[in-house]
């Protein structure tokens, strides 16, 4: 596989990732940087490719026992990997989240986050690359994610997601009787326009009642006017000094 070494979080972490296939973007980052979790938590990531989400996690929260589950070898490879050149401690476990094996099965975990695929297959035409196809589509029904999450969070701990707008049907309709307090943050590229994304927190035997924030606006200004990013200061904050977003309050 023909690698890139890429910096992410301002430096402070640094992945191998493939040249060609699925490469991590903004979106594993503002998953981690949403995340709650604290020191001392216990944290399980679905579907985690080449360890952007819970690299960045691991390296923003100290003390968290991370475990990542991730379908495809050659990515189970590079989580592992870039996990040990990260000097971050955490399980890479390779196997598929409908099967996963059973001293797995008997974990509960504080969080489970998740970036699943953004695309139906059944909707959509596949990418050449297979890696990547996987990663953007799979096979795997969203519905299934959601219920494989919901059965290894511990009680009140929390699911953070990130997912496509149009699939927030499906996520909600999967997470009713499952999970509760639900906090969706839709994602608009600038002021003024469509949600193309969203965050959604839930939690497991959460009570309170749906809630809605606030939309996360990515860039500053309407347009895009010079060279060089425009991320507004939070994102910003997030994507070049690994900091939090405070997108969530903790739920009932």
């Known amino acids: ?18 040249r ?16 709650d979790a604290t020191g001392g938590q216990s944290v399980l990531e679905l579907g985690c490719g080449a360890g952007a989400a819970l690299l960045s996690l691991g390296r ?3 003390g ?14 590079l989580a592992r990997l870039n ?16 099967a996963l094996p059973a001293d797995l099965r008997q974990q509960r975990f504080d969080h489970v986050i998740m970036n699943p695929p953004y695309f139906d297959r059944a909707a959509s035409s596949a990418a050449e690359d297979a890696g990547r196809d996987i990663a953007l589509g799979g096979e795997t029904p969203l519905a299934d994610w959601i219920d494989v ?18 699939r927030l049907p499906e996520v909600l309709a999967a997470a009713s009787n499952r999970l509760g307090s639900v906090v969706l943050c839709p994602i608009a590229a600038r002021t003024g326009r469509d949600p193309k994304l969203f965050l959604l927190q839930a939690r497991k035997g959460g009570r309170a009642a749906f ?10 200004g309407s347009v895009h006017e010079k060279d060089g990013d425009d991320y507004s ?14 997108v969530f309050q903790t739920g009932s």
């Open 64 to 77: 968290l026992s991370l475990t990542g589950v991730e379908l495809q070898p050659d990515y189970h490879e």
């Open 211 to 220: 809630r809605c924030t606030p939309p996360m606006i990515l860039h500053r």
């Open 20 to 35: 060609t296939g699925y490469r991590a973007g903004i979106d594993p980052i503002l998953l981690a940087a949403a995340t």
């Open 233 to 246: 200061p939070d994102v910003s904050n997030a994507l070049r000094n690994g900091a939090g977003l405070p």
């Open 83 to 98: 996990a040990e050149a990260n000097a971050i401690k955490a399980t890479i476990i390779l196997g598929d989240l409908r």
């Open 1 to 18: 596989m023909d690698l890139s070494h890429d910096d992410f979080l301002g430096g402070r972490l640094r992945l191998a990732q493939p």
């Open 60 to 62: 923003r929260v100290n």
């Open 149 to 166: 999450a919901a059965r290894r969070l511990a009680p009140r701990g929390h699911l953070t997601m990130i997912q496509r707008i149009e």
